[in-house]
């Protein structure tokens, strides 16, 4: 990557990728409802591996507490721009039912699933619909500093224990439990996966040899699709009911995708796909917000449109992708500078990296320092 991008030069592009495709296929599956989506490539366990991996890296680097600060930073602005607009659009609608205002502060800090008004198709419901993601992921950053002390005494035990107890637990209906016991099961859920990141960080998956991991791979996946396969839900062959049969699935593929590891340096000389994968990297976190109640917009607007009186299913599934991808666009480019702001980084509407002009990196590289401070080279 040119050293003059606005991005790092020292990005994992293999990283970048993976985390690019796991939030398309976010959007697809809550577009599509197709619950095989989630057996072709299990995004959850793949972010919370690539994010344990990465809290793994900062915390060989610097203090847990300061580590922890940084991570927060960067995530609840953009949910605070979401409770700002979807709060006040749901209390203007009739929330019937809301809750004591205690529970609005997990607007604020989400240490569990923020409270929202119910209903298929209310824009509020299905925005917050998505947001055990950041409960999940904010426990597991506030833990890490103590997971990875345990992790590094007791590496298979550690992995071992929250599967241990999602199986004592496999016959009780996590989903249907309180807001605290949902997000303790999806912390259950996707620590393995989280620690399996640490293990990639720490050399510990490059010390096995390739048919080892790939058979404990196959192993984790065959179990997790064997159960769902012999308890099919009403939607079909789904994870989600069945957090240990998830936890298992997500580690199979976790651990190939981490083993694997190539150098994907060659996709900073394809402009089109470099641009691409920087562009939902840099702008993951409004993207995983806003896409739910963008499809749910979607939806509206055809219906108020008349679109979905097409017949044909081809016709009706590309006028609802062009539709739902337009306001996503439209919704990354009028609100995805916050994460700029988030990261420390001057804000811009362009989501892609942005180099400077040549002539601005020649005078970068030839100017010299005059009385404590840098001056630019003469011209000409």
């Known amino acids: 990557m ?8 020292a990005r994992d592009r293999y990283f970048d990728t993976l985390r690019a495709m796991a939030i398309v296929r976010v959007v697809a599956y809550h577009g599509f409802h197709y619950a095989i989506l989630a057996l072709l490539f299990p995004s959850m366990g793949v972010m ?24 927060v930073r960067r995530l609840l602005p953009a ?7 979807l709060v006040p659009l749901m209390l203007i609608a009739g929330w019937g039912h809301r809750p004591a205002w205690p529970d609005f502060l997990l607007w604020v800090v989400p240490l569990a699933t923020p409270p929202s008004s119910h209903g298929l198709g209310d824009v509020g419901a299905e925005g917050a619909g998505v947001l055990w993601y950041l409960a999940t992921y904010l ?22 224990f929250p599967l241990l107890i ?35 960080r720490d050399g510990d998956l490059r010390k096995l040899r390739p048919v080892v991991v790939a058979g404990i791979a196959v192993g984790c996946a065959a179990l997790g699709l064997g159960w769902v396969v012999e308890h099919p839900s009403p939607t079909g062959l789904d994870l989600v009911p069945f957090p240990l049969a998830h936890a298992l699935y997500s580690m199979g593929f976790v651990l190939a995708l981490l083993r694997l590891n190539p150098s994907l340096a060659w996709l900073n000389r394809v402009p089109l796909l470099h641009k691409l994968v920087s562009a939902l990297n840099n702008r993951a976190v409004t993207i995983y917000l806003w896409h739910n109640v963008v499809i749910t ?25 062009c539709i739902a991808l337009s306001l996503l666009t439209i919704t ?32 970068l590289a030839t100017g010299h320092l005059r009385n404590g401070h840098r001056q630019p080279a003469k011209s000409g």
């Open 166 to 200: 999602l199986a004592a637990l496999h016959s009780e209906r996590i989903a249907d439990g309180t807001n605290a016991v949902q997000t303790a099961g999806y912390v259950l859920t996707f620590l393995p996966c989280w620690l399996l990141g640490f293990a990639h």
């Open 297 to 321: 917009v979607a939806i509206i607007t055809g219906d108020r449109l008349g679109l979905w009186n097409v017949k044909q299913g081809a016709l009706l599934y590309l006028g609802f992708t």
């Open 79 to 85: 949910l605070w721009v979401m409770a700002a607009v």
């Open 48 to 71: 919370f591996a690539l994010a344990g991996s990465l809290m793994a890296r900062s915390l060989d680097r610097t203090s847990g507490p300061t580590v922890i600060r940084s991570r």
């Open 332 to 363: 990354v480019f009028t609100l995805g500078w916050v994460e700029d702001l988030a990261a420390r980084r001057p804000p811009r509407l362009r989501p892609w990296p942005v180099h400077a002009p040549r002539h601005a990196a020649h005078r």
């Open 2 to 9: 040119n050293a003059t991008s606005t991005e790092a030069p």
């Open 139 to 160: 426990w597991l950053v506030i833990l890490s500093p103590l997971l990875l002390k345990l992790y590094r005494r007791q590496r298979l035990l550690t992995i071992a």
